[in-house]
C-alpha cells in the first residue's frame, strides 16, 4: 500500500517556487550579491524551478488518478476538484488585475491562453507573465485524466513511453532544426505539447512508483546516473564552457540546444524527485530536511506563492529595484499566498475533499 501523502514533496514544491521567486529579482538589483547572479546563469532557477513543478505535478495527479481508477470512481469527481483547486483564486488575480492594472493580456489569461503570447510576442511585459506555465498544466489536466480513466490500465504507461515522450522530443528538436534559435527557444520551453514531456515523465514515475519504493538502491543509482546528461546536455556546459576550454567550436550544433535544454532541466528534476521517493525518509539522507515544518509549510501555499509573486514583484521592482523593495516584495507575496491559502482555497478545498 502506497502512502497517500508524502511530506517530503512538499519540500520539493517549497524550493521549486522559492527558485522561481529568485529567478524574478531583476538583475543588478542594489546589494544583491554578484555570487547569486552567477549562480543564476548557470542554474536558470526560474526555469528548474518550473520543471521540478511539471514532472511533480505529473506524478502526483497520476498516483491520484492510479488511486482513483482502481478504487473505481469516477473521473468527474477528480476533474471537480481539480477546478476547485485551481480555478478560484486564478480567476480572483484576473479580476483583480482587471481593476488594478487592466490589459488585454488578461483575456488570453483568462482562456489559458498566455503562453501563446509569451512565444509570440516576448518582447511584451505584463504582470500575468508567468501564467504561462499554468496554461501548459491546464492544457494536461484537459487530456491526461480521460486516458487514464478510459483506458486499460497498462495502456497509459505505453502511450507515455512510446509516444508523448518520443513525439515531444522529436518536435523539440525540428523546432530547434527549422526555426531561429530564439523563437525555437521560446517555443520549446511553453509549448505544451513539448513540455508535456516533462509532465509525461513525472506521470511515468507514478507508474513504477511501487518499484521505486521497493528497490530504493537502484532508482537511487538512477538519480545519481540522470545527472550526468543534465550536466551534458546543460547549455552552458555545451555552448560557453567547452568551446572556452576545448578552443573549439561547440560539439552539439546550436541547433539541438532547446531540446538539449529542456533534456537537462528534465534529468535535473527527476532525479530530485527519485531522490526525495527513494532517501526523504531516511535519518541520515539531507533530502529529510524537506520535510522541515517552514518548508512544508512554503510548499502547501506555493500555488499561491507562484500566483501572486509577479503581480507584486512587477509593481514593487520596477523601475527601480532595491534591496528593501526585495524583502517588501517577498513579504508581502507571502502574506497574500498565506492569506489566501486559509481563507479562500483551504474551506475550498474542504468542500472539495467530499468529491470522492
Given amino acids: 500500500m502506497l502512502p497517500r501523502h508524502l511530506p517530503v514533496l512538499d519540500g520539493l514544491r517549497a524550493i521549486a517556487v522559492l527558485l522561481v521567486l529568485w529567478s524574478h529579482v531583476p538583475n543588478r538589483t542594489p546589494g544583491y550579491p554578484e555570487w547569486l547572479e552567477i549562480a543564476r546563469v548557470f ?9 521540478i513543478f511539471f514532472v511533480l505535478s505529473g506524478f502526483l495527479i497520476t498516483r491520484i488518478l ?4 482502481r478504487n ?9 476538484r481539480r477546478v476547485l483547486r485551481i480555478f478560484p483564486i486564478y480567476y480572483l488575480l484576473l479580476a483583480i488585475m482587471l481593476v488594478v492594472d487592466p490589459r488585454p493580456e488578461i483575456g488570453w489569461c483568462a482562456v489559458y491562453l498566455s503562453n501563446v503570447i509569451t512565444i509570440a510576442d516576448p518582447a511584451r511585459d505584463f504582470p500575468l507573465q508567468h501564467t504561462w506555465s499554468l496554461c501548459i498544466e491546464e ?6 485524466p480521460l486516458v487514464v480513466a478510459f483506458s486499460p490500465p497498462s495502456r497509459p504507461p505505453r502511450l507515455l513511453a512510446f509516444v508523448v515522450l518520443p513525439g515531444a522530443l522529436i518536435a523539440a528538436l ?6 531561429d534559435l530564439a523563437t525555437a527557444s521560446r517555443t520549446v520551453q511553453h509549448a505544451s505539447p513539448i513540455r508535456f514531456f516533462s509532465l509525461g515523465v513525472g506521470c511515468l514515475l507514478a507508474y513504477v512508483e511501487p518499484r521505486i519504493h521497493a528497490l530504493p538502491r537502484r532508482f537511487t543509482a538512477l538519480a545519481a546516473l540522470l545527472l550526468v546528461p543534465a550536466v551534458a546536455c546543460n547549455n552552458v556546459v555545451l555552448y ?21 535544454w529542456l533534456v537537462s532541466a528534465c534529468c535535473l528534476a527527476t532525479s530530485a524527485l527519485l531522490c526525495c521517493l527513494t532517501l526523504g525518509h531516511r535519518r541520515w539522507s539531507p533530502f529529510r530536511l524537506l520535510t522541515a515544518r ?17 503581480p ?6 520596477r523601475p527601480a529595484p532595491s534591496g528593501s523593495r526585495v524583502l517588501i516584495a517577498v513579504t508581502l507575496t507571502l502574506a497574500a499566498a498565506t492569506t489566501s491559502y486559509w481563507v479562500v482555497e483551504r474551506p475550498i478545498l474542504r468542500y472539495g475533499s467530499k468529491l470522492r
Fill in 174 to 179: 525540428l523546432v530547434g532544426w527549422y526555426g
Fill in 66 to 69: 492510479i488511486s482513483e481508477q
Fill in 72 to 80: 473505481q470512481r469516477p473521473v468527474r469527481f477528480f476533474l471537480m
Fill in 294 to 310: 517552514p518548508l512544508r509549510a512554503i510548499g502547501r501555499i506555493s500555488y499561491g506563492l507562484y500566483l501572486y509573486h509577479l
Fill in 312 to 317: 507584486i514583484f512587477h509593481a514593487l521592482l
Fill in 240 to 260: 560557453a564552457l567547452l568551446p572556452h576550454w576545448l578552443m573549439a567550436p561547440p560539439p552539439v550544433p546550436p541547433q539541438a540546444g532547446p531540446a538539449l
Fill in 139 to 144: 492544457h494536461f489536466y484537459l487530456l491526461w
Fill in 43 to 51: 542554474l536558470e532557477p526560474g526555469g528548474l524551478g518550473v520543471e
